[in-house]
């Protein structure tokens, strides 16, 4: 018998559990011309492959409106970015209004988000200070650009004659219009709605001095000086000191643990995939894991990365 046993294949661990997960689960998203819009259907089908369970989707404002989403029980799935997630854990952003958020979990890394600005080319603006006394488009209320770019330009001593909040493809579409001067984006370079105005006309990146990238990083907690790398945008032909903050996938505490390994391994084992959808998913090559923040994660998500090799921390796991 226990011959016969060994030769049996082994099923994935999360099979016998099954029958106890929710035959549908709701992935929180983003707006249209973000990162977020394309990565989570992307990840979902794959996610829905691996686990049988289907995936329903819903347009949210981003990384605060995800976790926003994820507290209140109105969705299972979703994505941030980590300093977004330390804002929530310690009550500190604006959006949170003192309030501490404690029920979503991380799941995995997707890819960095960096701080992209830009102007048309001619408007005058070529430094961060050009941004004073400026219309500024940061992106939809809700995302982590609404969330942290107010803050960042206050530490430099800039302020804007307007922050406005609106959909990525409408932002952009505006600044050509001449009804804003500026973008200011949180997301994956490149954000496919700056993308797309790059391929129509001449736009001026904006990028930080070694000084003001330190300053607005004390500022904005999660977010590290990084770059963007040259050739991200068409006639880019160098590389753009910024700030950016990496991206997690998150879910309910309250998912089973098998399903949340399912749906991990899902994302982690077809890396190769999502980095065709969203370019920047490549920028963090396995084995190293990014740092969550304040975020911890979930146990069925802990299984699964460490079952790939990665090293995550028992204090950094919570049920």
């Known amino acids: 018998m226990l011959a016969g046993a060994m030769a049996i294949p082994l099923r994935p661990a999360f099979a016998d559990d099954a029958s106890a997960w929710p035959r549908a689960l709701l992935m929180a998203t983003g707006r249209p011309g973000g990162a977020y819009d394309v990565y989570g259907p992307a990840w979902g089908r794959l ?44 009550g500190t952003g604006a959006w949170t209004a003192g309030v501490q958020f404690g029920s979503f979990r991380a799941l995995f890394p997707m890819f960095p988000s960096i701080l992209q600005i830009v102007a048309p080319a001619g408007a005058g603006i070529t430094a961060i200070a050009g941004l004073a006394g400026r219309r500024i488009g940061i992106g939809p209320d809700g995302g982590s650009a609404a969330a942290s770019v107010p803050a960042i330009l206050a530490s430099l001593g800039i302020l804007p004659r307007r ?30 709605a700056i993308y797309w105005a790059a391929t129509r006309t001449r736009l001026e990146l904006i990028g930080f001095t070694p000084d003001e990238a330190a300053q607005a990083a004390r500022v904005a907690t999660g977010m590290t000086p990084m770059s963007i790398p040259a050739g991200t945008f068409p006639g880019q032909l160098v590389a753009i000191a910024s700030l950016g903050t990496p991206n997690f996938a998150i879910g309910s505490k309250t998912l089973p643990d098998a399903l949340v390994t399912a749906v991990t391994l899902a994302a982690m084992r077809n890396r190769p995939s999502l980095a065709s959808v969203v370019p920047a998913a490549a920028m963090s090559p396995q084995p190293l894991l990014a740092d969550p923040g304040r975020m911890t994660f979930h146990p069925g998500a802990a299984a699964a990365l460490r079952s790939l090799g990665l090293n995550v921390p028992e204090q950094l796991i919570e049920g």
């Open 163 to 192: 922050a406005v909040t609106g959909d990525y493809t409408a932002q952009v579409r505006n600044m050509l219009l001449g009804r804003l001067d500026a973008c200011a984006f949180v997301s994956a370079p490149p954000t496919p």
């Open 47 to 90: 996610a829905a492959q691996e686990s049988g369970v289907a995936i329903a989707y819903r347009a949210s404002g981003g990384a605060v409106s995800d976790i926003l989403l994820i507290e209140e029980g109105a969705a299972q799935l979703g994505m941030t970015t980590v300093t977004v997630a330390d804002q929530a854990r310690t």
